[in-house]
């Protein structure tokens, strides 16, 4: 059975917010002369922003695949596969902001990144568990989810704050 988990809502919201608190301004403070090529920009950036985060992780029965867009491709992401039988172990590594990021270790010696931000993490959890055997206990989220949600709320909060400011 195939099972598809998505970029988390939240991670998406985050960056999309991040993003437009951090560009709406720039169409209306920008020079008349350069009015149309900011707010192409502020389109097409959006559309990146939008496109990066819809990345996504699939399993099966027999593996697991990462999949990304053409332009995360672009910018140096890469699709991978691996079959669950040439997972050999789970490698944890510490981040230089005190978390964990864990890699999926195969038999030949290759490393991918284990996906630490999809939706139904413990679902997920529960699949890798089961098809490799490795437990997965102490596996959780990079960042705790109520970082994003933070994000996502102070990124919504300068939006009001730049519209209020517009206006007045």
Partial sequence: MIEKF???FFVKSSLIALYLALTIPMPFISNQNLK???IVAFVL???LIINITNDYVETSNEKISYNTSLISKALGKKNWEIFWKDIALIKSLPTSQGSRVYYFNTKKGDNFLMPQRVENFEKFLIIVSRNTGIKTNEVSYISPPWTYK???FLSVLMIFGEIFAFLN
């Fill in 6 to 8: 998505k970029t988390l």
């Fill in 45 to 47: 950036g959006l559309y």
């Fill in 150 to 152: 933070l994000l996502t």
């Fill in 36 to 38: 149309i090529p900011s």
